[in-house]
């Protein structure tokens, strides 16, 4: 029988889109919002998409665990730091009811030379604080991963010239660590669902373009794609 307990809103790649924010947040009534970085538009201002969400999260009385994509100017891991029901994380670990949600931002090189990006081996680093952070918790938790750049090798990662573009380090950590799921963005194109030896792996689409998706959590984890009428 399944039992599902918590309902996600898992978003990615906003681009400054705060009018399909609003829309998205007051469609349905969810218990967690995980936003997988991209807020705003080529290094833009996000401050009405932050205020759209803070308001809504405010209201809510919820909380939005969130990171930022390469679009994103890294000095907003600061800006954003203190914003009501914002949680950032970057290399880093937060809780909610038995949950574990561990974020990473940023993405890698590119050929673009966007506004946050990281090599791998830096990946490594902070997932290495992340497994770190985690041993201080009882292991009866289950771990949710959140980055912008996909796990190596799977649909997700995929690119329209037939590359796989996504992190080596993420793949690994996922392979060892066995999150019930991962939600990424940054391959437009990439959206959908695949999975790493049983762990699922979530891009919900980008959101700019109207995608996004919904996660049950339970004594199964069920994704549903779904897309703005």
Do not use: Q
């Given at each position: 029988?399944?039992?599902?307990?918590?309902k996600v809103l898992a978003l990615s790649d906003v681009?400054?889109?705060?009018?399909?924010?609003?829309?998205?947040?007051?469609?349905?009534?969810?218990?967690?919002?995980?936003?997988?970085?991209?807020?705003?538009?080529?290094?833009?201002?996000?401050?009405?998409?932050?205020?759209?969400?803070?308001?809504?999260?405010?209201?809510?009385?919820?909380?939005?665990?969130?990171?930022?994509?390469?679009?994103?100017?890294?000095?907003?891991?600061?800006?954003?730091?203190?914003?009501?029901?914002?949680?950032?994380?970057?290399?880093?670990?937060?809780?909610?009811?038995?949950?574990?949600?561990?974020?990473?931002?940023?993405?890698?090189?590119?050929?673009?030379?966007?506004?946050?990006?990281?090599?791998?081996?830096?990946?490594?680093?902070?997932?290495?604080?992340?497994?770190?952070?985690?041993?201080?918790?009882?292991?009866?938790?289950?771990?949710?991963l959140l980055t912008h750049t996909p796990p190596y090798?799977?649909?997700?990662?995929?690119?329209?010239?037939?590359?796989?573009?996504?992190?080596?380090?993420?793949?690994?950590?996922?392979?060892?660590?066995?999150?019930?799921?991962?939600?990424?963005?940054?391959?437009?194109?990439?959206?959908?669902?695949?999975?790493?030896?049983g762990s699922l792996i979530l891009n919900p689409g980008?959101?700019?373009?109207?995608?996004?998706?919904?996660?049950?959590?339970?004594?199964?984890?069920?994704?549903?794609?779904?897309?703005?009428?």
């Amino acid at each position: 029988m399944k039992v599902f307990a918590l309902k996600v809103l898992a978003l990615s790649d906003v681009h400054g889109n705060w009018r399909n924010l609003k829309k998205v947040l007051e469609s349905e009534g969810y218990d967690m919002v995980l936003i997988a970085g991209d807020l705003s538009d080529y290094g833009g201002r996000v401050d009405k998409v932050v205020e759209v969400l803070s308001n809504y999260m405010e209201s809510s009385g919820k909380v939005a665990f969130m990171i930022l994509g390469n679009m994103d100017n890294p000095k907003l891991l600061k800006e954003l730091s203190n914003v009501e029901g914002v949680l950032l994380l970057h290399g880093s670990v937060a809780k909610m009811n038995s949950y574990l949600i561990a974020g990473v931002s940023g993405s890698l090189h590119s050929p673009f030379h966007t506004y946050f990006e990281l090599s791998d081996e830096d990946y490594r680093r902070l997932l290495d604080s992340i497994t770190k952070e985690l041993s201080s918790y009882n292991g009866g938790e289950r771990l949710i991963l959140l980055t912008h750049t996909p796990p190596y090798n799977t649909k997700l990662d995929l690119t329209y010239d037939g590359l796989h573009v996504g992190s080596e380090s993420l793949r690994k950590f996922v392979e060892h660590r066995k999150p019930i799921i991962t939600v990424c963005g940054h391959i437009h194109e990439g959206r959908g669902v695949d999975n790493i030896n049983g762990s699922l792996i979530l891009n919900p689409g980008p959101l700019f373009r109207g995608f996004y998706a919904t996660v049950d959590l339970g004594n199964e984890v069920l994704c549903t794609l779904k897309s703005i009428m």
